[in-house]
Structure formats: C-alpha cells, structure tokens
C-alpha cells in the first residue's frame, strides 16, 4: 500500500543524505518534496501541514547542524513525526471488564465488517485461548448471518442460532444473555452497515449500543476509500462513540492516506489491519513498524514475530538436528519452500528486509516470485519417497519422467537438483547458524519460538541486532550484513533454510517453460 510514498520519500531523502551540511533552504526544498509527496498519499491535509510544520521547525534548528550526518538526523526526525502521527503506541482491543465483554463492530457496508469479525474470533480464540460467541446483528443484507455462521464454522467459534425474524436489538440483548449462561470471555456483535450514513443506521447503532453496552466499539473502514474513511470515522464517533478502528485491505494498492490520517484526525487509535483475504491476515497496528515500512528501514521485528506463529517449532527443532548432522534430503528442502510461502514468499519477506526497496529492479530481473516455490515444490511432489530420499537414484530417464509429471523441462529439474547439493552441502554450516537470519531463526532450526518480538525491538532501537547485525541508522545505504549488496544474484546470503552463505540456483529457476 505505501509503496509510492516510500519511493518517493526514500528519493527525497537520498539527495539529503547525500551531502556533507544542509543549508535551511536545502530543508525547505525536502519540506516541499515530502508535503507534496504526502498530499499525493492522499493524506488530510491538514495533518500534512501540521507534519511538515514540526519536522521543519525541528530540523531547521540546532540539533541537525550539530549532528555529524545532518542528512540522517532529518530522515530521523521525519521518522520519529511519522510514528508520532500513526499514534507513537501500538493499542491492541481492550478486554479488560468482566466477562463476558462486548465488542461492536460497525462501519458501512462492504467495508469487511463481517470477514473482520470472524478474524478477531480466531485469533483470540487460537492465541489467546478465549471462548468468544458470535452474533451478526445484520438483518437486512441477504445471508449475512448466514455468512457469519459459516466463517464460524470455518474457524472452529461459536455463532449465535439464527431466528427469523428478530430484530438488531432482540438479537444483541439473546447474544448477551447467551454468551453469561454459556461461559463466554467476548461476544463479537458485527452490526448492519448501509452503502452510506443516513439517520436510521445512527439510531438502530445508538439502539445496540445501549441494549449491549460495549466495552469496545470498533469502526471497520475500508483503506482504499481514502480520505472519505476519515469523515466516516468521525461522523461514526459523534453519534455512536468509537474506540478504536480497524482498517482492512492494507494489502490493496491504495495510496495508504485513511492510514496515515485517521488516528492524526479523530484522535482514535487504529488498533488492527486486515492484510488478505484469509482468516488468518490480520496484524497488529504497530506505528513504529509501519513507519519503518514506509522510510523504508524494513520491518524485522514483525518477520520474526509472523515467522514464530507459522514455523512448527517441534519440525524446525528435527530438521535443525538433521542439518547440523549434515542429512538433508530433498522432502526436507520441500519443508523448507513451504515454510518460506507461509512466511508469505519472496516477495513478502523481502518487503520487511531493511532496503530492499531500493534493489527492487535487481529482484524482478533475478526472476525472483513466488511461483518459483510453487514450481520447485511440484517437482519434488512428481518424485517417489525413495527418490526424495536418495537423490542419487535420480538418472536421465526419472528426471524425464518427473519434468512431465510436474510440467516443467528436464533442465529446471537438473537446477533443482543441483541447489539442493549445494545446499545439503552447507547443512552443517549452517546448523553453527551462520548467515543473516540463520542467527535469528536458527536456520529455521530450533530455538526460534524463543526469539522474543519484545527484546528485538530494544536491540532494533539501539541499532543492533543479534550476531551483530546493524540496523540501519537513518534510511539504509545498502543491505544488512549478508542479503548481498547492491547484485542481488548470484544467491542472497542466509535467508532462512534456503541456504546458508548462498542461496544457490534461485536467480536460474527463472519462469520455466511449460510443456
């Protein structure tokens, strides 16, 4: 979503980082660049004028003269202004009442009301173990609470029973009467929206509010709307009072403007995003992340927190045993591309990597997406178990055999072959946990579910991360040690399982030709 704005600040401040000292014109002309940068952002524009405001009067002054990299002392004062406009704390939902407590979700029509309501039943209900009830209160959309109970269903929460014919405020006062007999810790209550805001909506929330009375009344708003998402924000908070908002489809290609102004505009915390579609796409609104995500400084801390939710620590631990012993086999490779999709591939990776922004032409050159784990997988999935076992076994006419089965040539087979030679050859290097993320993840070994988020982001601020790794200060100049510098092929270094010191044969895997 913020990917225009980051180019675009990351080429404001490369002309700023560039030069010994700044003269205040130099600053003036950055303001410029990043105000009209933020206004094509579709920020509010009064937050912009605010934003520039500060940053100018805190660069024009001393500190930056003094500072040995004036450049950098701006990029950090743009950065501590951005974190300070996203909302400086990350404020996750409130359940702090006696259960069972009520959250209300409200906010128009197709803004994802319902999807966001199954996504926060899941992930209290799965990590942090809470018996949650849901209720859809909407009766006017055709199949809506029919909707809710199937996404119920999907996700292992219970769904209030359906009864023809109850209205909002019947359906909220049976959830919580419900929810006290069955022993619930959160009712969700996914509310009626309209295509826009028109008195009877206000009056049947005002009406639901006051029957459930919410500890939590959360506005889900649709990021792509823009700037309207603000005026919707506020318009929602006179009348019904809400909490916090929860913004969905933070994975569009929206400008990211109902982002950046929301929590600046209506002084309410953004407390989640939805990244996809799937139940399970839904973060934590971490303002320091995000604006390390937009200066482009990479995103490490919210890596290993995604990688400690989707790596089987028991199967990391075995395969960690078995590399360092030198076994590694090709269903242990095809573990380790399937680990790397769940991470959300290349692509997704790379995205949280402090200054791969800037090498983003050398990656689409190497070919580097994320079919390619797709490909690879469908190949070792064409093999017996005795030929993933024993790779040797592998002559002319099975790697025929296994390029028809998986649709590619022989020659992507024979580069999948050598890759993982390369690789098994690396094992135990590996194992000692060199390379770049090996020292965080243990090669995608044992240990990683210890890594605390917590304490790297205390390392991440004192611009150091384990094994030495430097963060980058201001805006990086180049990668972090290890994700080679600026020619990203031959290999990149230590990404996690897919080879220690190099990543061998991944720029080759290119789009192989179908047959």
Same mark, same amino acid.
């Given at each position: ?18 030069? $010994? ?55 950090? @004062?743009?950065? =501590? ?56 209160? =909407? ?31 019947? @359906? ?69 009072? @809400? ?46 992340? @995000? ?37 590694? =086999? ?38 580097? =997406? ?36 998986? $649709? ?24 000692? $946990? ?11 070994? $044992? ?69």
């Amino acid at each position: 979503m913020f990917e225009s704005l980051s180019d675009r600040l990351s080429g404001i401040f490369d002309k700023l980082t560039g030069r $010994g000292a700044l003269s205040e014109n130099d600053v003036n002309e950055a303001m410029r660049e990043i105000r009209r940068a933020l206004i094509e952002a579709d920020v509010a524009l009064p937050i912009v004028r605010s934003f520039t405001d500060k940053v100018r009067s805190r660069a024009v002054g001393a500190e930056v003269v003094k500072s040995v990299t004036p450049g950098q002392m701006v990029v950090k @004062i743009v950065h =501590d202004q951005l974190v300070e406009m996203l909302g400086a704390e990350a404020q996750p939902i409130d359940l702090n009442a006696p259960a069972p407590v009520a959250v209300m979700m409200v906010g128009l029509q197709g803004s994802g009301k319902t999807t966001t309501t199954a996504k926060i039943a899941r992930r209290f209900t799965q990590r942090d173990k809470r018996k949650v009830l849901m209720a859809s209160l =909407d009766t006017r959309r055709p199949a809506a609470q029919e909707q809710l109970k199937v996404l119920g269903e999907q996700n292992d929460v219970d769904t209030l029973p359906i009864i023809e014919g109850q209205g909002p405020v019947e @359906i909220a006062n049976r959830a919580m009467s419900a929810a006290k007999l069955g022993g619930y810790d959160l009712v969700l209550l996914d509310t009626a929206g309209r295509i826009h805001i028109d008195e009877p909506l206000m009056i049947e929330m005002a009406d639901v509010k006051a029957a459930a009375q919410p500890h939590e009344i959360l506005l889900v708003a649709d990021s792509l709307t823009g700037q309207d998402a603000v005026n919707l924000a506020q318009s929602f908070d006179e009348r019904v009072g @809400i909490s916090g908002i929860v913004l969905t489809r933070m994975d569009g290609d929206g400008r990211g403007g109902a982002a950046l102004s929301m929590q600046a505009v209506t002084g309410k915390p953004v407390k989640l995003i939805g990244t996809g579609e799937k139940s399970d796409a839904l973060e934590d609104f971490h303002p320091k992340r @995000i604006a390390d995500r937009i200066l482009g400084m990479g995103d490490i801390v919210s890596l290993v927190e995604k990688a400690a939710e989707a790596i089987d620590a028991e199967q990391a631990a075995k395969m960690a045993k078995k590399m360092q012993k030198g076994h590694f =086999d090709l269903e242990d490779l095809a573990e380790q591309l399937k680990q790397m999709e769940k991470l959300g591939g290349m692509s997704g990776m790379m995205g949280m990597l402090p200054g791969v922004g800037k090498m983003k032409k050398q990656i689409e050159a190497a070919n580097v =997406d994320d079919k390619m784990f797709k490909r690879q997988i469908a190949i070792i999935q064409s093999m017996t178990p005795s030929e993933r076992q024993k790779p040797d076994l592998l002559k002319a006419s099975r790697k025929k055999r296994i390029a028809a089965g998986s $649709g590619v040539q022989v020659a992507e087979v024979n580069k999948l072959l050598k890759m993982h030679r390369q690789m098994a050859d690396m094992m135990k290097k590996m194992g000692k $946990g060199k390379g770049m993320l090996g020292k965080l993840m243990g090669g995608l070994g $044992g240990g990683m579910p210890d890594v605390d988020p917590k304490q790297l982001e205390e390392m991440a601020k004192s611009g150091q991360l384990p094994g030495g790794m430097d963060l980058p200060k201001g805006l990086p100049g180049g990668m972090p040690g290890g994700l080679g510098g600026p020619g990203l092929p031959p290999g990149m270094p230590g990404l996690p399982g897919l080879g220690g010191p190099k990543l061998p044969g991944l720029p080759g895997m290119g789009k192989g030709k179908k047959r």
